[in-house]
């Protein structure tokens, strides 16, 4: 059996994919999670054989957790199920070692052919996503920088920032102003959406 557990922070995709892939008779759903914290502590605890994972989460996106798993040697492959086909994301994905990388319009049948491929040790990623990943430019930013960036994104104010990495606000300021010299952004604002439309978030 090939024991998976799928991160979907949308309950009813979280249904559908849990309800489309239990009717194939070798794989077996350990656990279902909405975020991405949940869904690392999942695979600690059940240590399945593959994460199925959206990329954008609450708490930890699916290429966080995609780092964590290969910072902490984890044994679960991870294959990305999402909307985004984002080259900058994909190589992100490619970077932390993701074996599987689909779109969610894709089939069920080529979703359960491809997992069945990633747990036996291969890849399986969409090829028009493929091809455009190798052409996709570096993403610029550094670790703190994307993670500053992306709380800004969602609204949060340099002091919010602040105490939730704890850093100073100064400091924040420093990691903003540097992210959008690098994106050639105007504003904070208008850097987040340039590093969120190229995937690097």
């Given at each position: 059996?090939?024991?998976?557990?799928?991160?979907?922070?949308?309950?009813?995709?979280?249904?559908?994919?849990?309800?489309?892939?239990?009717?194939?008779?070798?794989?077996?759903?350990?656990?279902?999670?909405?975020?991405?914290?949940?869904?690392?502590?999942?695979?600690?605890?059940?240590?399945?054989?593959?994460?199925?994972?959206?990329i954008e989460m609450p708490g930890l996106s699916g290429l966080d957790v995609a780092e964590a798993i290969a910072r902490e040697a984890l044994t679960a492959r991870v294959f990305i199920v999402t909307t985004f086909g984002r080259a900058g994301y994909l190589r992100r994905a490619m970077d932390a070692g993701v074996r599987g990388?689909?779109?969610?319009?894709?089939?069920?049948?080529?979703?359960?052919?491809?997992?069945?491929?990633?747990?036996?040790?291969?890849?399986?990623?969409?090829?028009?996503?493929?091809?455009?990943?190798?052409?996709?430019?570096?993403?610029?930013?550094?670790?703190?920088?994307?993670?500053?960036?992306?709380?800004?994104?969602?609204?949060?104010?340099?002091?919010?920032?602040?105490?939730?990495?704890?850093?100073?606000?100064?400091?924040?300021?420093?990691?903003?102003?540097?992210?959008?010299?690098?994106?050639?952004?105007?504003?904070?604002?208008?850097?987040?959406?340039?590093?969120?439309?190229?995937?690097?978030?």
């Open positions: 059996m090939i024991r998976i557990v799928i991160a979907e922070d949308q309950a009813l995709v979280l249904g559908a994919l849990a309800a489309l892939l239990s009717m194939e008779s070798d794989i077996e759903i350990v656990a279902r999670v909405g975020d991405g914290l949940a869904a690392l502590a999942a695979i600690r605890e059940h240590k399945p054989d593959i994460l199925l994972s959206d990388y689909l779109l969610k319009d894709a089939p069920s049948d080529v979703l359960a052919a491809a997992i069945r491929k990633v747990a036996a040790g291969g890849r399986s990623i969409a090829p028009e996503l493929a091809e455009a990943a190798w052409d996709a430019p570096a993403n610029p930013l550094s670790d703190r920088e994307r993670g500053v960036l992306r709380l800004a994104d969602e609204g949060r104010s340099n002091k919010e920032i602040a105490r939730v990495l704890d850093l100073s606000a100064g400091t924040v300021r420093n990691y903003l102003s540097e992210a959008s010299s690098k994106l050639g952004a105007a504003s904070r604002i208008e850097a987040g959406r340039i590093a969120r439309d190229k995937g690097w978030l």
